[in-house]
């Protein structure tokens, strides 16, 4: 069963808009999620985590445990921003991360 | 800083043939991770080892087998690759466990 959904694929806006990229989650114990993020030609990072509640490059993320989700938002998108997104789950001790199948995003001038 | 250190960087691979992916971490991370990447898919986790001399299945363990002598190393193999195994691999390692994994830049395999 899909742990963590991520229903689009790819989000296209124009720089200065809002971003909002959707996560929700399956599970039915205390959930830690996370977003990561990969650059072109970088590795896969961690963004955020939902239990810092803090905010990383403009982008924060709510977990709203009522409607199983953690979206991702940005007040206004840059360039700089394009990349590919993974929202997380930890399942179990240790990281055994499961991600979801990721939203691109594109940002255009 | 090295970090994560994946090789080879890309191979392609008849298939039939034996693989193995090298992954070396220098962070002295307890534990570590092979995710593989495909488009549509995202990463999925194939086996992980929580310490030096353990080692545990993941989502996507079939064909596939890995060991830990030590802290460092963690090397997958592929016994008999299958055009399936197809793929871009990434390693990872972590520490505390709290959720942040370290990236290698992955090795693009392909199998014919």
């Known amino acids: 069963a899909q742990r963590v959904t991520q229903p689009e694929k790819l989000l296209s806006v124009f720089k200065g808009a809002p971003v909002e990229l959707k996560c929700n989650y399956s599970?039915?114990?205390?959930?830690?999620l996370f977003w990561y993020v990969q650059y072109s030609r970088q590795r896969l990072q961690l963004l955020l985590r939902?239990?810092s509640r803090e905010s990383i490059k403009g982008f924060t993320a709510d977990l709203n445990k009522g409607e199983t989700s953690f979206h991702l938002k940005k007040p206004f998108a840059q360039e700089e921003d394009s990349a590919m997104y993974y929202c997380?789950?930890?399942?179990?001790?240790?990281?055994?991360?499961?991600f979801g199948k990721g939203t691109m995003l594109l940002v255009s001038p | 800083i090295a970090g994560i250190t994946q090789a080879p960087t890309s191979q392609i691979l008849a298939a039939g043939r034996r693989m193995t992916l090298r992954c070396t971490q220098d962070m002295r991370h307890n534990a570590m991770y092979w995710y593989r990447q495909d488009l549509g898919l995202g990463l999925r986790l194939i086996h992980y080892?929580?310490?030096?001399?353990?080692?545990g299945k993941g989502e996507v363990p079939d064909g596939y087998s890995v060991s830990r002598a030590n802290t460092d190393d963690f090397p997958l193999t592929l016994a008999s690759a299958v055009p399936s195994q197809t793929s871009v691999y990434f390693c990872?390692?972590?520490?505390?466990?709290?959720?942040?994994?370290?990236f290698g830049e992955g090795s693009r395999l392909t199998v014919l």
């Open positions: 990872a390692s972590s520490d505390s466990g709290d959720g942040e994994l370290f």
């Open positions: 599970y039915s114990g205390s959930p830690e």
């Open positions: 080892s929580n310490t030096a001399g353990t080692t």
């Open positions: 997380a789950l930890n399942l179990g001790g240790y990281s055994t991360l499961t």
């Open positions: 939902h239990i």
